[in-house]
């Protein structure tokens, strides 16, 4: 049970990160899509170029799974190192 409360407190201190990075990530890709569409309203743009800018949204759902995924590996990759230094010692 100690092992699995030590992989809880480590992914939550990587899930602390990973959502921050979701948010800062979610916010400039949405900041940026909203002023390529002004600037596509006030050119006149086609509704065919305005749609594949909004099809780039997908990015935000990509970039957001991507976030999350990284803290679960890295909080794997911690747990296996510590649990490998709890088994071998300091010295291991």
């Known amino acids: 049970m100690a092992m699995r409360d030590g ?3 480590i992914l ?3 899930k602390r990160w990973a959502d921050i990075a979701s948010i800062l990530s979610t916010v400039l890709i949405v900041g ?5 569409a002004y600037l596509a309203d006030a050119m006149n743009i086609s509704e065919t170029s305005r749609l594949g800018m909004y099809i ?3 990015g935000v759902v990509i970039v957001v799974c991507i ?3 990284a803290a679960m590996v890295a909080a794997s990759v911690e747990s296996a190192f510590k649990r490998q230094r709890d088994e071998q010692g300091p010295w291991g």
């Open 12 to 14: 939550q201190r990587h």
């Open 67 to 69: 976030w999350q995924a």
């Open 7 to 9: 992989f809880l407190a």
């Open 32 to 36: 940026l899509l909203c002023l390529a």
């Open 56 to 58: 780039a949204m997908i």
